[in-house]
């Protein structure tokens, strides 16, 4: 992989380059990523999962459109377990996908920092979960997610970054990241891996 020679550059995220190898994907239907992201926020992996299976069965298993969205009962989005704060983020998303006529088309041909500048337009929607969109979704090999605690936790760990302030550790981090160009992704996708595995 192209992007594994350049990160290599990099002496101590080099060894982490040698657990596996990504590959970027875009995936369909964006609105629904970022729906399931809102459903995700501030709860574990395992619980977010049951959560946005029990969403989807709404809909008989299958990814709904952003109309039917939009046309679901309050009620019965309180039933599988949102609050009512998520159940407005997630009709919002639906309505300003509508309104603003969006497509996968449009999002995939626009730069991550407009992608960011629309999307967090959405009340609920903040930039770190346009972020993960922008990684997970839409394909983007060089987005940086310095508000991302795993993140953090991992560079304070492997750099042994020393700080006394968040605002001294983003630009600690932002200043490290600015090497890995163009391929910032991949680079948290390593270390994300590196820190749930444990050591190289």
Same mark, same amino acid.
């Given at each position: 992989m192209s992007y594994k020679s350049h990160l290599k550059k990099d002496s101590k995220l080099a060894p982490l380059l040698a657990m596996d &190898?990504? +590959? +970027?994907?875009?995936?369909k239907n /964006?609105?629904?990523?970022?729906?399931?992201?809102i459903i995700s926020q501030q709860l574990s992996t395992k619980v977010a999962k049951i959560i946005f299976e029990r @969403?989807?069965?709404?809909?008989?298993k299958k990814e #709904?459109?952003? =109309? =039917?969205?939009?046309? /679901?009962?309050?009620?019965q989005l309180r039933a599988i377990g949102l609050s009512f704060s998520k159940i407005g983020y997630v009709k919002n998303v639906a309505k300003f996908f509508i309104e603003n006529d969006l497509t996968d088309?449009?999002?995939? =041909?626009?730069? #991550?920092?407009?992608?960011?500048? +629309?999307l967090v337009q959405i009340k609920g929607v903040g930039k770190? &979960?346009?972020?993960? +969109?922008?990684? @997970?979704?839409?394909?983007h090999e060089n987005v940086f997610a310095v508000d991302d605690l795993g993140i953090q936790q991992a560079m304070i760990k492997l750099y042994r970054f020393k700080y006394s /302030?968040?605002?001294e550790l983003q630009s600690k981090m932002l200043a490290?990241?600015?090497?890995?160009?163009?391929y910032k992704t991949y680079a948290c996708l390593h270390l994300w891996n590196w820190k749930d595995g444990g050591a190289v």
């Open positions: &190898t990504h +590959l +970027l994907k875009r995936r /964006t609105p629904i990523r970022l729906i399931a992201s @969403f989807l069965a709404i809909y008989e #709904p459109s952003c =109309q =039917q969205v939009i046309d /679901t009962r309050e009620d088309k449009k999002l995939y =041909q626009m730069s #991550p920092e407009e992608v960011i500048d +629309l770190w &979960t346009v972020e993960m +969109l922008l990684m @997970f979704s839409l394909g /302030t968040k605002k490290k990241a600015k090497s890995w160009e163009p």
